[in-house]
């Protein structure tokens, strides 16, 4: 290489030399980052989902629901009807309660889904029998085609699940009040695709919301709906992940 005299004399730049980053200085830059992600993700707006009830309306359920400091496990609960097992809420999706529709001639299952699929078909050799139709998941809102996946995949859930409404108080009422509140399909039941429902669970709020944060004013307007209709309480844990919800609902008339 020829070097031009009247450049001056040719000189190297000192090498910068970057020292390795230590393991807890790179676990503090993923964890700020991280926290930086989650702020901005609770600061993106969530825009509430077609139909989800206003703020005037679930804002007096919130307003109403008893609170507890936390849900204490009660022995005794056992959905299980068969054999020995003590059956606490009733036979399963029993069409001989008190609860609302009951008594129809069709089981309650079978009524949910006939209220919630759109198109619902049934058996002609079975008119209480829905094999057919289409169902908007109310909590993901993933579309599905009962006809193409099989009217097993879909499930009833409870929105107030039996199990913690036991521990909650059911547990003292008596059996025809529960089996009431087991097939009650205006105030706690809904059709969902059966990996959501099994992924929910017996949880409550604290523990579960619907996947899409759109659809959490809708789901607290119906867990409260039969919180209050019921007279059961909530947790407080569960009481501020409702207030948050219901902060997200549509501001009303």
């Given at each position: 290489m020829t070097h031009d005299s009247r450049l001056g004399p040719l000189t190297m730049s000192p090498t910068r030399i970057i020292p390795p980053v230590g393991p807890r200085a790179l676990c503090l830059v993923l964890a700020v980052g991280a926290a930086v992600l989650v702020v901005m993700w609770l600061a993106e707006p969530?825009?509430?989902a077609p139909g989800s009830p206003g703020r005037d309306r679930v804002g007096p359920l919130l307003a109403q629901v008893e609170v507890v400091d936390e849900r204490v496990p009660v022995p005794g609960y056992e959905r299980d009807c068969a054999g020995t097992s003590a059956c606490v809420f009733g036979p399963a999706w029993s069409d001989s309660t008190g609860a609302p529709g009951s008594r129809n001639?069709?089981?309650t299952r079978h009524d949910v889904l006939a209220r919630d699929l759109r198109g619902a078909t049934t058996?002609?050799?079975s008119p209480c029998t829905v094999d057919g139709g289409t169902?908007?998941?109310p909590y993901t809102g993933r579309v599905v085609d009962v006809?193409?996946?099989g009217?097993?995949?879909?499930h009833v859930d409870h929105v107030f699940p039996l199990a913690a409404a036991w521990d909650l108080g059911a547990w003292r009422w008596s059996a025809e009040r529960r089996a009431a509140f087991a097939n009650d399909v205006d105030r706690n039941l809904?059709?969902?695709t059966g990996s959501v429902n099994s992924g929910k669970g017996d949880s409550t709020p604290e523990g579960w919301l619907p996947p899409d944060p759109g659809r959490h004013c809708f789901f607290?307007?119906?867990y409260l709906t039969a919180a209050v209709a019921y007279g059961l309480p909530v947790t407080s844990g569960d009481h501020e992940v409702l207030t948050d919800a219901v902060r997200g609902c549509p501001a009303g008339a």
């Open positions: 969530r825009t509430p001639g069709c089981p058996d002609p050799a169902l908007v998941d006809g193409d996946s009217v097993r995949g879909i809904l059709a969902v607290a307007a119906r």
